[in-house]
């Protein structure tokens, strides 16, 4: 069982920057960040192995967004840059409970997610 929970959110000017954090408990293994706009399905925005070695992002963030991990705080987290107004949305965090080598693109891999934190970018 692994248990997460966001923090960071908030409203911030086109431009600006905002870190979100995700404190886990449990197990985690490979992990993500995914975002939902109203209206809108879940899309992953980052995903990172369990060493930080590897690491995915979606073209739409790719050079704004980077996601890292702590694993001796068990926290990850989502450094946004650059932000836009198209990057508002509810943001969650997620792992796969279970060791993975690598990163996991696929929404359905991950198992246990976060409560998710508003992150809306004023134009």
């Known amino acids: 069982q692994v248990q997460l929970v966001e923090s960071g959110g908030g409203l911030v000017q086109a431009g600006g920057s905002l870190r979100l954090s995700c404190a886990a408990s449990?197990?985690?293994?490979?992990m993500g960040w995914f975002r939902q706009a109203p209206g809108k399905e879940r899309e992953i925005v980052a995903a990172?192995?369990?060493?930080?070695?590897?690491?995915y992002y979606a073209d739409s963030v790719k050079d704004r967004f980077t996601i890292s991990r702590d694993n001796a705080k068990d926290t990850l987290y989502l450094q946004m840059n650059s932000l836009k107004p198209e990057d508002t949305a509810v943001y969650y965090c997620?792992?796969?409970?279970?060791?993975?080598?690598?990163?996991?693109?696929?929404?359905?891999?991950?198992?246990?997610w976060g409560q998710g934190t508003q992150v809306t970018v004023s134009s």
């Open positions: 990172i192995s369990w060493t930080g070695r590897s690491t």
């Open positions: 449990g197990r985690t293994s490979t």
């Open positions: 997620a792992s796969t409970p279970t060791y993975i080598t690598g990163v996991l693109t696929t929404l359905s891999g991950y198992r246990y």
